[in-house]
């Protein structure tokens, strides 16, 4: 998820991605969201371009990132910890909340439980 998000930066700044491997998840999990924060801040930046079309960076490294999202929450299913249904268009977005501490699930499907498969 942070090498896509890297990619990302790399249209607006240039340049390439090869982040280590880091030995420590929390210590990657925190990378990830300082990764994020870097990048809501360079949208938010008029003197950078990016060197593809908006178009070119949601179907590309924005949609890529969206992709592992739903492969990490089926992933998380199957090792026993899943992750609650929600109606996304429902969610709590809030563009300057890049960070770990989310809100929970806005309208949760009232059928939904953990040990029962969707």
């Not at 991605?17 to 990378?31: C, G, K, Q, W, Y």
């Not at 109606?87 to 929970?104: H, K, L, M, R, Y």
């Amino acid at each position: 998820m942070t090498g896509v998000i890297s990619f990302a930066r790399t249209t607006l700044h240039g340049g390439t991605t090869a982040a280590s491997r880091l030995p420590i998840f929390a210590d990657e999990v925190a990378r990830f969201h300082d990764t994020l924060a870097a990048l809501h801040a360079d949208f938010g930046n008029p003197a950078l371009t990016a060197s593809m079309s908006d178009e070119r960076l949601l179907q590309g490294p924005l949609s890529d990132g969206m992709t592992h999202a739903g492969q990490l929450a089926m992933l998380r299913r199957l090792a026993g910890s899943p992750v609650p249904s929600e109606d996304f268009s429902e969610a709590t977005i809030d563009s300057a909340n890049v960070g770990p501490q989310q809100p929970p699930p806005a309208l949760p499907d009232a059928k939904w439980r953990p040990d029962l498969a969707p």
